[in-house]
């Protein structure tokens, strides 16, 4: 790979992979777009060029390739190599989720193996598994709930905790209809102050009713009062909603072990949907700015054709983009540009350099299709007033 720190930022390639990397939907997508470098290595550009060419082929003729449900869960597959981890709910619907995007990429690649060669190669290292997809999505809803048919023991503590809620609740406003004539009450509502449920009563009647103080309200007007006759009742409750937290943790915890199991397989897959990803994006940037594959030339030459700049591209119609013509290598290795300020000096290095860097980052170049770029290792850049294309 070539170092371009320098040359990244006077000839905006690194602009030009932002641009692309808006195509990806996944951040994984994006961030091995946004990290491209260009390669030295003539056959790597040929081959990535040739994947770029069949993923854009592919594009077009399906419309569109199954990329959704892709979730960035690195970190959560590396919380599962702590012993007797439980992953959140969003956790695993995520986990779910990119399982099932896994799943629906590799069938559909697996289909096209023969029309898109280049391509073959990736049924074979996405992972499926849809015993662990099924489990996750049974016991957990779309919402971040875990469902009552999660366990037999949850949908049987649930069924107490409704019970045990409607039973207080029925104590709790006869409590409150016994003294409101008495004026004692704020308001007649029964509130949850602890992990309790409780009655607000005027402060200077919290004595008349026999229970314990849970909060004053902020205005000191209101006391929060559990009811002695209520405590019990509200003793079984949060009883039940304690045993409730800790068959939601097994539930949790149980799943997370079967991510374990296949842990290794899925990180894999997760990276080669990112890299899935990438080359969709690289093609629909080739689609809209009309790309093509430039020949790698074995020896020393840079020829375009009817080449145009990118981010002017993107910023322009295509004909009020002027395209540039040139060939260096063959019969001259030198050019000299002259010509008055603002007349599209900058703009011609600029294209030349940026798209010979593209190519050689396996990136479509908005020219024509027998145009050659050759695999330079060294690039010399020297723009004096660091002119911005984009801003220009």
């Not at 808006?22 to 091995?32: Q, V, Y």
């Not at 104590?171 to 003294?179: G, N, R, T």
Request: hydrophobic share 40%.
């Amino acid at each position: 790979m070539l170092s371009i720190s320098s040359l990244a930022a006077k000839l905006e390639y690194d602009k030009v992979l932002e641009r692309v990397a808006r195509f990806a939907i996944s951040d994984g997508g994006k961030r091995r777009i946004l990290s491209i470098a260009p390669s030295a290595d003539r056959a790597e550009i040929i081959s990535e060029l040739q994947r770029v060419s069949e993923t854009k082929e592919l594009v077009l003729a399906e419309g569109s390739v199954p990329l959704d449900g892709i979730r960035d869960i690195q970190i959560a597959l590396k919380k599962t190599t702590v012993e007797n981890q439980a992953l959140s709910v969003q956790e695993l619907i995520d986990v779910a989720s990119t399982l099932r995007a896994s799943r629906s990429m590799q069938g559909f690649l697996g289909k096209r193996r023969q029309l898109y060669p280049a391509l073959a190669h990736f049924p074979d290292t996405l992972f499926a598994d849809k015993v662990v997809e099924f489990n996750i999505s049974e016991a957990l809803d779309d919402r971040g709930f875990v469902k009552d048919s999660a366990s037999k023991e949850l949908r049987s503590i649930r069924q107490g905790i409704i019970a045990a809620g409607d039973a207080l609740r029925k104590k709790l406003a006869a409590i409150m209809h016994s003294v409101s004539d008495e004026s004692w009450l704020q308001e007649e509502i029964i509130t949850t102050r602890d992990g309790r449920l409780v009655i607000p009563v005027k402060t200077e009647f919290k004595y008349r009713v026999e229970g314990f103080i849970h909060s004053t309200s902020a205005s000191g007007a209101t006391v929060y009062i559990e009811p002695t006759e209520s405590l019990d009742l509200n003793n079984t409750l949060r009883e039940l909603q304690l045993r409730e937290q800790r068959e939601i943790f097994r539930i949790l915890q149980d799943l997370t072990k079967q991510i374990v199991e296949i842990r290794e397989p899925l990180e894999r897959s997760l990276f080669t949907l990112y890299e899935i990803d990438a080359l969709v994006a690289k093609a629909r940037s080739s689609i809209e700015l009309i790309g093509v594959a430039p020949t790698i030339a074995d020896h020393p030459i840079l020829k375009l054709k009817n080449a145009r700049h990118p981010i002017l591209l993107q910023r322009h119609q295509r004909e009020a983009v002027i395209p540039l013509t040139l060939e260096l290598g063959e019969e001259h290795r030198t050019l000299v540009i002259t010509g008055p300020n603002a007349g599209g000096k900058t703009v011609a290095l600029k294209t030349a350099g940026l798209l010979a860097l593209c190519a050689q980052a396996g990136l479509h170049i908005p020219a024509e299709s027998d145009s050659e770029v050759f695999p330079f290792t060294n690039y010399f850049v020297d723009i004096g007033d660091d002119q911005s294309i984009e801003n220009d």
